[in-house]
């Protein structure tokens, strides 16, 4: 076992398929292979299932993932310490659902990383997607949100998945609209005043429960629906069509101008977190993301902070 046949187990388990990961690695695809080949008879497991659509571990490779990452992270701070150079490669990975907040400490920490080597990847995904990368270890940390409806079927969910969850803040339910919807100057907005409207909400790809939709209330029917993936067709949409969406209240930057949020009035409250692997050890890149994201969620004076 050598170190870069764990970093290229790590990089064909983070892209999916080998030729992925000897595309951004500048490596041959046979190298990649070789190196899994001598692991797997090294070990005695297999480590990935081979299809047409690529690769997936397998739960032998999962657990062997998780102390791969473990090894290179810990080789790189041995690297940094003692090496006569201070350069090192890191590493972060988060899986999201679609917060500005969480894309904003993402990019603080990346502008605040000065190794000569980083790999930084943010996923804006889905609920299922997301438990299923940090389960795996595809990312160092999901960001998600529960509430009275779903947080027996998500604890049971992140209890499967090894996960632990760390509540970060909590928000009433805000209704966004644009500037010049019929709802726009209300101060509280009635759940009956939605009736009529097409409601905005993030798909949820095959694992569509209505238990992991990112929106309050996405359990309840309504005569118009339309899903969208990323959160700058959501924008759009609410600029520019008399639709809603329900969500925290909390406007990101590209939403200040021809939007607004509006309380529903409706007994309900957000709880917004991260998640992480229990196996896990911060590398002290993932601590600086955590600490970005609670001073981001400390100036917000819509939310209640809840971090310690």
């Known amino acids: 076992m050598t170190l870069q046949q764990l ?6 388990a983070e892209y999916g398929s080998i030729n992925a990961a000897a595309h951004n690695l500048y490596a041959s695809q046979s190298n990649l292979s070789t190196a899994i080949k001598d692991l797997e008879s090294e070990f005695g497991i297999a480590i990935f299932r081979r299809s047409n659509r690529g690769v997936t571990l397998t739960n032998e490779g999962t657990e062997l993932l998780a102390y791969a990452r473990q090894v290179i992270e810990q ?21 999201t659902q679609h917060y500005a907040f969480s894309v904003q400490a993402f990019i603080d920490t990346a502008e605040t990383c000065d190794t000569a ?12 997607a997301i438990l299923e990368d940090v389960k795996t270890f595809r990312s160092d940390i999901g960001i998600v949100f529960t509430d009275s409806f ?16 760390y509540p970060l803040f909590e928000a009433s339910a805000h209704v966004f609209v644009g ?24 798909e949820q790809g095959n694992n569509n429960s209505f238990y992991f939709a990112e ?3 996405g359990h309840l029917p309504h005569k118009r629906n339309i ?13 520019n069509f008399n639709g809603f969406t329900i969500t925290t209240g909390v406007l990101s930057s590209e939403m200040y ?14 709880r917004v977190g991260y998640v992480m692997h229990k196996d896990r050890r911060p590398s002290q890149l993932l601590d600086r993301y955590i600490s970005n994201l609670k001073l981001i969620v400390q100036r917000d004076p819509s939310v209640t902070y809840l971090a310690g």
């Open 227 to 239: 899903h969208v993936s990323d959160r700058g067709t959501l924008s759009n949409l609410l600029a």
């Open 179 to 202: 500037a010049h919807h019929p709802l726009a100057n209300k101060e509280i907005i009635e759940p009956e005043d939605l009736e009529e409207y097409p409601r905005y909400s993030f």
């Open 150 to 165: 779903n947080s027996r079927v998500m604890w049971k969910a992140f209890d499967d998945a090894g996960l632990m969850f």
């Open 117 to 128: 080597e980083y790999e930084f990847i943010l996923r804006e995904t889905a609920t299922a």
């Open 257 to 270: 101008t021809g939007i607004v949020s509006i309380p529903l009035h409706a007994n309900e409250t957000m």
């Open 75 to 95: 080789a790189d701070m041995l690297h940094a310490r003692y090496a006569q150079s201070t350069e090192h490669h890191a590493r972060l990975a988060v899986s």
């Open 7 to 12: 970093r290229y187990l790590i990089a064909i």
């Open 215 to 217: 929106e309050p209330f």
